[in-house]
């Protein structure tokens, strides 16, 4: 079964800094792919970048990119110039694609906290 | 383009009750997958439905069921509830078969509290 890991349960960071958080995750399967996925307090989850792990280049979204790293099997998450509206829980989530079949396997969350 | 809409935000029941959720998909996605996310926790899937059929499940108890309709609209019951089911349930939708470029869309959750 696949796990996905966050050994971050919370991080901080002050304002037009920049904060990685980080994400592990277990799989046999060569084809797949990684998401990071923002929940602030109104709940709404909210895709912030996606990978695909047949590529190697990194994602990135405007403030926001990954280092992708398919051996280690790790996949962290890069806020640059950090703002206010930046707090909100972040979710790691791996899916095994099959045509069609792809469910989300998270991990448990790291609370992002920004400060002026 | 309407994004995916579930009903109602909340909801309270009692033990052994029975409860519907309900949830509109993204405009032009086909698929619903349903998640759990207890308080404090990551969302686990429950299932998913295409085709108005149930395409996969999670590890979820018979307790936990489901309905999709033609206009892609789906439902999530939960009979005989127990307090462990208190917990935000989550709708996501994607367009489905034969696309690799899936990504789910999440609806903004239904708050179900077991007293």
């Known amino acids: 079964a696949q796990t996905v890991t966050q050994s971050q349960p919370e991080m901080s960071v002050q304002e037009a800094e920049t904060v990685t958080l980080s994400c592990t995750y277990d799989?046999?399967?060569?084809?797949?792919?990684l998401f990071w996925y923002k929940q602030p307090p109104s709940r709404q989850m909210i895709l912030v970048i996606r990978q695909e792990a047949y590529k190697q280049q990194n994602a990135t979204e405007n403030r926001f990119s990954v280092n992708f790293q398919k051996a280690a099997k790790s996949f962290s998450l890069k806020i640059s110039d950090s703002q206010l509206g930046d707090a909100a829980m972040y979710f790691c989530a791996y899916a095994w694609v099959l045509p069609g079949y792809s469910t989300l396997t998270f991990g448990k969350g790291t609370m992002l906290l920004v400060s002026p | 383009d309407a994004g995916v809409t579930q009903s109602p935000t909340h909801l309270i029941k009692t033990r052994g009750q029975q409860v519907t959720l309900r949830c509109s998909p993204k405009s032009g996605h086909d698929t619903v997958s349903w998640y759990q996310q207890a308080l404090g926790q990551g969302p686990q899937f429950i299932f998913q439905y295409y085709e108005e059929e149930e395409r996969q499940r999670g590890n979820f108890p018979d307790r936990f069921s489901g309905h999709q309709f033609p206009n892609y609209s789906s439902e999530l019951n939960v009979n005989a509830l127990l307090l462990g089911d208190s917990a935000l349930y989550l709708c996501a939708s994607s367009l489905g078969q034969g696309l690799s470029t899936d990504t789910q869309y999440f609806g903004p959750g239904t708050r179900l509290t077991v007293l």
């Open positions: 799989t046999s399967e060569s084809d797949y792919y």
